[in-house]
Each structure stands twice: as C-alpha cells, then as structure tokens.
C-alpha cells in the first residue's frame, strides 16, 4: 500500500496505540483529541479539528464513536469534541471509519457529505475482535476459579465468533470443552473440531458437572431453571452484549458467581485491538481503492 | 426417536454399513439391492421392491442417487433396479431419503407423489463429511511423499469445509501448515487458528517451498503459471469436484506429481461415511417430525 | 483402595481442600492445625495432637513442611505446633508424609522411629504440580500484557517439566513458541512437538523479537548481556526457585519489567493442588502397601 | 559448522539421500557401495574404498552397519563390501560412524585403530526416528481401519519416545487416545498432555472398546487373555521390535488383524530419515570437536 495521510480523533487506548502503529509504518499520522494520553513515540497533536483534518486521506474516530451521537467519543481528551465539527472541516474525498456508527450520525454525515464506514460492521474485525476476547475470559476464568482450567469441564454457550475462538484456547489448555449449539450443521463442526457438542435438550443435565461456564448468546439462556441444576461452585462469566445471557440476580440469589464482562479487546489487549483494527482499517481502503 | 421401519435400497459398501447400524439401534431394516455383498449381521433381504418398501416410514436410496437417472445406482445387486419401480410402491406418507436426487428423479418423485429429500444437500452431512476426505487426503499424502507430513510445508488452496478440516488435522500431525483463501474474514479465521493466510498475490511465491498442496477448489487454480513456480518434488492432491483444481497435462509435462482424489469418504472410511449418513437420515427425520 | 483413617496438620489452603477430598471419598480424616479455617464440608478438628494422631494409618503435613526445623507449617493456626510433638504422638506403623522434610526433620524421624516420606521428591507430583505452574505463569502474563498471547512470540527457558507443560499450553492458546534447550536430545523433542529450538548461542538474537520470556533454569540466564538485547515491552516471567534466572537488579535498572513467580499451585489453584496431593499421597500408599 | 570431506559407503536409500543432503550444504562427498542406486544430483562414486576413504574426515556407514558382522549392508551395491577392507584404509584421526555397530565390529574397529560411534545409541536420533515410525504406524492405520482415525478409540501401549510421538499426531487428529503406561511418572505426563491413562490393571475393560491399538512395548503385552477381550473389528499395530508385543499366532487364530511394522522410517519416509541421520552425524561430530 502506498503511504497515507491519517487523522485519529477521539477514542481509547486502542487509538493510541493505532496512532502509533500507522505512523510506525512510514504513513503521516494527525491525532486530535489526545490531550491527556501519552505516546510512546513522538506524534504531534494538531491544535484544532481543522487542522488535524486538513489533507488527511481517511479519518478515523473510536469505538465506540460517540456515546450520545452528538459528541465524539474522547476519553482522553479534557474538552468535548462535536462529531459535527469534524464532519463540516472533512471533503468528500475523505473518508470517515469509526465503529458502532449510529444512524443518527449516519444522517449527519450525509448531510455533511462524508463518505462513512462502520469498522464493526466488517466481519473480520468481528472474527479478529473475538481473540482478545477468548483471552478475556480465559483470563478471567483463571484468576477467579481455585481449580486450574486444564481438566476442568467448560461448557461455551453458542458457536459463532467467539464461540468458536474460545472453545479452541479452551481446549488448547486442556480443558474438557463441552459446546452448545443448535444448527445440526454447528453440531457437526463441534464434533469436527473436537468438542463436546451439547443440545438445548441435554443443557440441564450437562450444566451439572461444569466448573465454568461461558456464554456468547445474546438472550437470557441461564434462567432460573438452569442456573439451579449447577454445581455451586460453577463460575458464569458471560460475553454477551446486551441483555447478557444470564439472569444475575437469580444467580446472584443462588449464591452463583456470575461476571458480566463486556469490552474485553480494549481492556486485557489494547495493542493487539489496535493492530486488528489498523488491519481492517486498511482492508476497507484496499476495497474502496482510496 | 421411536424405533422406526427402514427400508434401504441399492448403494455401495456405506449403504451396507448404514443397513447394519440403523438395525443395530432396534429399528426395522428391510433391504433390497444388495444380492451380491455380504453383511456382518443378519438382515433379511426382500424378494422384490414391492416387498421391500411395504410398511416402511422411510425409504433410503444410495449415494449418488443414480448414474444415469433411470437405474438405482447399485453396484452389489446383479439386477437393474428402475426407479420408477420404486416409486410406484411408495405411498405420500412414506419419505425418501439419497443423495445427489436430479431435476429429473424430482421430477419423476413428483409425479408419483413421493416425498424426497437430497442429503447431500444437508449442511451438517457436507461438514462431516470433510472428515472422512481431509483422512483420505492425508493417507495419500503419507503414502506419496518421500518425507513426513510432520515437519514438511503444506499448503490449502480454499478454506470452506475440506479446507479447515485438512488445515486441522495438517496442524495436528506437525505440519508448517499454509491456507489461501481470498475474503478478509476467512484469513482473520487462518490467523486466529494459527496457520498462515495466503493471499492469492503471494501464491506464486508460497508455492516455492510447499512439499504438498492440497486444492479444494473447483477451478483451476494451479494452472501453467503457478505449476512451474514449483519444486519439483512437490506432491499435488486435488479435492476438488470436476472441473478439478489443476491443468493435469501441463503437470505432467513439468514432471509434476498430481493426484486427483474424489469421493473419498466411501473409499477411505465407509463405516464412517455411513454413521454420518445415519446421522443426517436421523436429523431429516426429526425435522421433519416423520 | 480400602478406607483408611488419615490426620492432617497444618499446611495452607491446599491441606484444607486435601482434608474435605480425602474425607469425601469415604475415608476417616482427623484434622488439627486448622483453627482459623473454614471448611464447606463437616469435619472435625481434633483438640489435642494426640487424639488427632491416634489410630490414624497416614498423618499428612504440610508444604513445605516447616520453616524453621521446629514448628510445623501451620498458617492457619493460632498457635504454634510442634514438630516433635507430633512425632512423638506416632507409632512405627504409622506413616508421615509432608513436602519438602529437611535433613533436620528426617533426623528428627527417625530419633521418634517415625517413617516418612517426602511428597516432593515424587516424579508425578512435580510433573502434576507443572499444570498449574504453566497456568499461573499464563495468567500472570494475560495480566501484564498489552497484546494477546495469541500470535505473541513466548519463549522458554529450559525444557524440564514446567517448560514442556508451558510450552504446550502457550502453544494450545496461539502463541508461537520458542523453546531454549542445550541437550540435543531435547532439541529433538522440542521440534516434535512443533515449539522453535534455540540453542544457547542463538539466545542474543533470538530474545530481540519476543513479546515474553519465561524462566524456568534455577541460574541466572538472564543476566546483563540478555537483558540489553530485549525489546524494552519484554515481560519477564521468572519461574524458577532460588536464586532464580534474572538478574532482576539489572532488569529495573534498564526499565524491563520482571516477576518472580513462585509457588503458583497453591496460590492459582489450590482446590486442583489438593487434588494433586491426594493423587500422589494414595500412590505412596499403595506402594508401600500401607 | 566448517565444511569437511564426508565418505558414505553402503546403505539403503536413506544413505542415498543423506549423500545429497550433506552435499547439498557445501560439503566434499565421496561415495563408494551404490552402483545401482540413481542419484538426484550428481555425486562422484568413488572406484575402490581406498580411493573413497582417502583424506576423509568422517566415514559414515549404514544402518544397520550390517546383516552378518563381516561385509557392510549394501543393497545397493553389486559387490560385497568387507567391513575389515573399509577399516584397514582408515586411520586414526578419521571417524566411523554407522547405525547398529555389534561388539564383533566395535572389536575389529580397535583392532584397527579406528575410532567409531554407534549413531542409534544417540537420544536425539531416537527421539527423531519416532517421528516417521509414529507417521508410519499413522499411514497403516488409516490403510486398513474402514473408519477415520479422527473420533475413534486409540490406544498406545508404552508412552517411551514413540509412544509420547504417536498420542501427540493421534490426538491431532482428532482420535480419542488411551495411553496404557506403568510409572506414576508417566501416568502424570499422560494426563498433563490430556490422554487418558490406563493402568495394567484396567487393560482388560479398556481393549474391549478400542477401535486400533499400537504397541511400543518389547514384550507380549497383548497376550491370549486381552486378544480375546478385543472387538473383533480392532485393527493391532505392532512397532515393537523382537520379540514384539503380540501374539501374533493367537491373534490369527482369533480372527484379528495384527500388523507387525518395522524400520518405519526408511520404508515410509527416506527423506526425513535421511534428514535426522545428518542432524545427528553433525552432532557427534561437534560434541567431538572432530
């Protein structure tokens, strides 16, 4: 790939940390919005949106990009920045990648002519997001459990992304991995990989002789019916956006410990997010031949 | 699943094998077309189809269904069985189940009111199913390569079923193992899995140091341009349905090794290639509440 | 085996859960040492030294046995107990078994015509002890680092039983693994399992490029010369027992993080420890035909 | 390594390839015993022994050096090759090395004055040439079962260097691996690599559910009282050398399938073989600082 003009605004470490990745591969990097981060290396911080935006090929903003779709998302930043502020100084050359991007600020770009892609939406950043994330709750289960994960019984609740990517760090620990899926065909890959397949019909009688149990399905699969068939010392760490999957205040009730842990790239492997995500940033600009 | 009356019809060893498993969980296997193979257990064979197919929930013909549209494909039967002569015998509440079912034997299904399912068609059957193929491709590579697999560079031209289970096991025995695959998502799955990604731009170079290649791929992908790039010891198998993956003339006009391995799953592992048809028989089965 | 009757005195967190698994299986256990623990499951603590040891077949102290020659390890104890007082409670068909029995205490023994055995000069129990070594020292570098292990290089100093058990688990995660070795025939086995072999001389190049090293050689091998070579983001991880593998006065110095790592089975994981114990005070039984 | 004047007299094909191996690294090679053999690249054959032996530094014999103590094993060769007219031109700075080197031999090499090591005596070359007999015993099994390897139940007697070699590529590929082992010790590695461990004791029940078993062990493990207790359908791989681990009559008259495999290395992977046998000269001669 050629080398390219950059501007990051906003965002966590994992911005940071791509700042620094871009620039390390010889592309001149803008940053904007890091007035409390520190680098590693020397990058110079632009005084104001304008510019840091000025004769920039891509913009890239956070994940998530805002978390009121009027401000960018800047935690290291000591004054707001307007997402509008940024889109009226971009041209329509320029191209704005961000992650989570609402429609509310979908509708801004447009009106603000800025040609916009949401870097969640790609799926091999979803696919890469899953290996921190595996990690996550491997890490996790290891501080929280008295037994060691080799030769426990860890039971993964669905087989997508992450699913699949933790079931094999599992095994690859030498855990028993039990895994739970519906598709006859998911059921087959279980089996081809190695695994345990469970259905929702065994689940009850499964769940019993589990010293972990991780859940990736985005619905309250541990309800009150099987949370009481566990072992009381099975630990629930769930992975779950948004409702989760287990029912925590039953849990809680039982005397089950049950961890919500959600965000786990940016918190337990900021630079190997960062990396997944400059690889996605360029796999979207090869497609778009910006 | 309740016991059930089968009838099995025509079909090579995996349909003898399949007979003999189905029998041997307590079901009712009546068969027909096989006069000429010899079965492990004792199952009755029936003197006409009429017989065979009497009383029967579910009628299982071979894999592929036929040859040439008119005949069962029955290579251990020394009579032509017409498959209208089994249809006719087939009433609306009785299910038949094979593989590779034409437009033309649907057509047929049809008019004689028979209700049919193709389970080659069935994903779970095709994910299994690359089990049985990756074994046979690695016992071939075994046999043909004056070197162990342990150790050695291979690579995966396509990363669909065959392709990750090969990857896999390849893995597992030591390999150096190496997977092209073209979507930004399935090369985050090669990395996340740990084998090299490959793109195709990088092909003509990679293929420099493989020991074996193993294509997947139903067009030619290793033609003039990439076959002369090769070592000369290096061992081609190809996995890939007609038109194959390889311009087989110009291999062996370079003196290249090229083995083109279909159908593997009856040849290598007939008793296993049948417990997955029993499998997806039993999955139709349920699905369709029979 | 046939039920017996064992006593436990003193010892951490690995003897209480020793106590319950032992007493779960059926067999008599008479406790003391243990007056600040709490235990999930009923067992009685003795009052008196001698009643916890009289009729007992196996009386199990701790790990290490003792601190200081004189009283036995009892971190859970609000007094002090001492070593000869136990001793002197015990017949010669009664058998003690503690980890780590100094010279001093063996003389002690054998003055009280006490048989002992230490648990700690057992091969199984130093190759089962590995397991939660490597996971403890995975934890730790899951907690330090800003990247996955996943994809990370990770290598291993020595290949005696931590580092083969590390080396596997690191490789099970996704990390590629280096393994430095000096015996050929270790060399050998490192290649067969698929781990990169470094010898001594490759070491200076080699630590250049790793995200994290872990020790396990009890002299120093990162000394001065090493540790100038590494990546300044290098983390340490120095697994191996006095005087350890890493001049760590240097490693502060030129701002490497390292860790001391030691005596992880019974922090990470006692419950499984305990159950390790277990496995290896039973095999001690059944040889001396106890 | 500096380049020095290699002499190769007799062997099979793996002395083939090790000539070209040692070539191809830039080093001198005389060849005296292959009149029939047909050579990849171009290697002088040397005239007489005297002419092949002259000025060399290191003279490398076959394995085994020979059938009947008198002439060098050379089944390449049109000629008997006498081991006394291969010493009589060697002097006492030059070094023998050859595979299988009898008393008898080692007696005439210091009647001689030529100094000689026995390359099979080496650790690190044993622990190699497990690698293709493990391949090997891999290949046969998957020739003959008529199921996959990958799901079925293995057992491997004796968990020495092949055994360790072939549960790890078992596992691989995906098959359920028993691991029949005597020593506490073992047992313990058993578990850590996640095999299941079977003692003597539970061999009878275990045999009964296998689907192949491979024995390492030099002596009738499987005797009358297990063949009898195997499924009929259970394929026996014997990698023991004499006497061999089976009955081999016994199991004949039961009907089972017993394949007595030796030499694996040379027969199924030359290449590689001839790879290790070079690792391993290279070693000798830098631990002698010839």
Known sequence: MEKMKFTIIGGDLRNVKLAELIAAEGNSVNIYGFDKASFDVKIRQSNTIEEAVDGSDVV???????????????????????????????????LFIAGRISDKIVHLAQVCNVYNVDMLEREEMAVLNAIPTAEGAIQIAMEEMPTTLHNSNALVLGYGRIGKTLAKMLQGIGANVFVEARKYADVAWIKSYGYKAVS????????????????????????????????????????????????????????????WALSLPGKVAPVTAAEFIKDTVFNIIEELGV
Chains 1, 2, 3, 4 share one sequence.
């Open 60 to 94: 890239i903003g956070p994940i998530p990009c805002s978390n009121d779709n009027e401000y960018i998302n800047a935690p290291f930043h000591s004054e707001k920045i307007l997402i509008h502020d940024v889109f009226k100084f971009m041209n329509k050359n320029q």
């Open 200 to 259: 929702l019909s065994e689940l009850t009688q499964t769940v019993k002789d589990m010293n972990v149990i991780f859940n990736t399905i985005p619905f309250v699969v541990l309800d009150n019916d099987i949370l009481k068939m566990l072992n009381p010392e099975c630990l629930i760490i769930d992975l779950a956006s948004k409702p989760g999957g287990v029912d925590f205040e039953k849990a809680k009730e039982i005397g089950l410990k049950a961890i």
